[in-house]
Structures are given as structure tokens and as C-alpha cells.
């Protein structure tokens, strides 16, 4: 059986993130389930400097070296999860970023979201559906939210994720979700694909 490759992207690069610990425990349970491939994806590794292309990419290619090497990783993978950290009620600025400097390799691919902070960061996560909509994206409708009282009891060290039933049961969820999209997708691009080799 096929398994589509989907990438966790930690979307906060700063040094004290919490961002590892929410993607470390959806890796986990993603890759348990048998029926993905699972990679993590730091943009910590894509040190993009704020977009500056000379053109939108839907019009022009990149020319730069990290956005292109950055471009091929977003190509390779059949869907993604993003963790969402919320500041002023949007995501963070390199997360929004990394999603500029690609455009056609997000291209009918599911999305997920798992979002943490005072309200799951619930508002971000709105503005991320609309913005991967546009670049032909299926975000899926459920999502975890880690509110601050999971938040608080998290950050110090009073509980762990893995151990906060609703947390898992929520996650389990949205991966049932998110896995359906994943295999339909792969599969009609790939049905594309192969109808544009054979024209």
C-alpha cells in the first residue's frame, strides 16, 4: 500500500519555542498509525530572509538558493501539519514567509494544524486556512487546540502531551481526517500526472 509522505513543519523558529513539543508528540502518533510516511520539517533549517523574489513565484521562479532548496522539500512531501504559534491574532511571521516563498508545490495537498497559546490559536489558524486556500491547499475542518490551561500545566512541566486525554483524542481525529485527504490527493495527482505524460 502507498504511503503518502507528510511533513510536521515546526512553524516558530525562535530559541525558547514551544513549538518542538507539539511537534514531536504529532510525529509520534502520525507515525505510529502506520499509514504515513513522517518527516519532520524545521524552518530553522530554511534560514529564508523575508520575501524579496522580483516577482509573485505563481509568475516567476526563485532565484534564491534557500528558497529553491526549500521548494524541493515542500515538492517531496504529500501533505503537511503544521504547528501554529498565534502573536496579535496571526500566525508567526516566518511561517507565513515559508508559505510565500513556494507556491505550485503546495498545490492540491491537505493541511493540518495544531495550535497552541490563549485561545489554540484559533485566529491564526483561520488566517492560514484562507491563505492555503488560495494556493489550492485542502485544509481539513478539524484541528487540535492547545488552550492556555493545557498550555500553562505544559510549559511548567506540570502535565505532558500524551497524557491529556482530549488532547489525544482530538489529534486522533484530525489525523483520521487529514489521512483520507492525504491518500485521495497523492492519488489524483498522480492521476494527473500520468494523464499529462500520455497527451
Known amino acids: 500500500m502507498f504511503k503518502p509522505r507528510i511533513g510536521i513543519v515546526i512553524g516558530s523558529t525562535r530559541p525558547a519555542r514551544f513549538a518542538d513539543k507539539p511537534a514531536q508528540w504529532i510525529f509520534d502518533l ?8 513522517v518527516e519532520m520539517v524545521d524552518l530553522r533549517d530554511y534560514p529564508l530572509p523575508f520575501f524579496e523574489e522580483g516577482a509573485p513565484l505563481g509568475y516567476a521562479p526563485a ?70 486556500s488560495v494556493l489550492q491547499m485542502v485544509p481539513v475542518s478539524a484541528a487540535v487546540q492547545i488552550l492556555m490551561p493545557d498550555f500553562m500545566a505544559l510549559m511548567q512541566g506540570q502535565a505532558k502531551l500524551g497524557e491529556i486525554a482530549h488532547l489525544e483524542d ?26 499529462a505524460k500520455a497527451a
Open 30 to 37: 502520525a507515525a505510529q498509525r502506520g499509514d504515513f510516511e
Open 63 to 132: 532565484k534564491n538558493e534557500i528558497a529553491l532548496k526549500w521548494q524541493a522539500k515542500v515538492d517531496s512531501l504529500d501533505g503537511f501539519v503544521f504547528t501554529v504559534a498565534e502573536y496579535n491574532h496571526a500566525p508567526t511571521a516566518v511561517l507565513k514567509n515559508a508559505i510565500d516563498y513556494a507556491f505550485r508545490e503546495w498545490s492540491k495537498k491537505p493541511a493540518a494544524f495544531v495550535g497552541y497559546g490563549g485561545a489554540g490559536a484559533a485566529r491564526a489558524v483561520v488566517q492560514l486556512r484562507n491563505q492555503l
Open 170 to 195: 482530538g489529534a486522533k481525529a484530525m489525523l483520521d481526517q487529514f489521512a483520507w485527504w492525504a491518500h485521495a490527493l497523492t492519488a489524483a495527482r498522480a492521476a494527473d500526472a500520468a494523464q
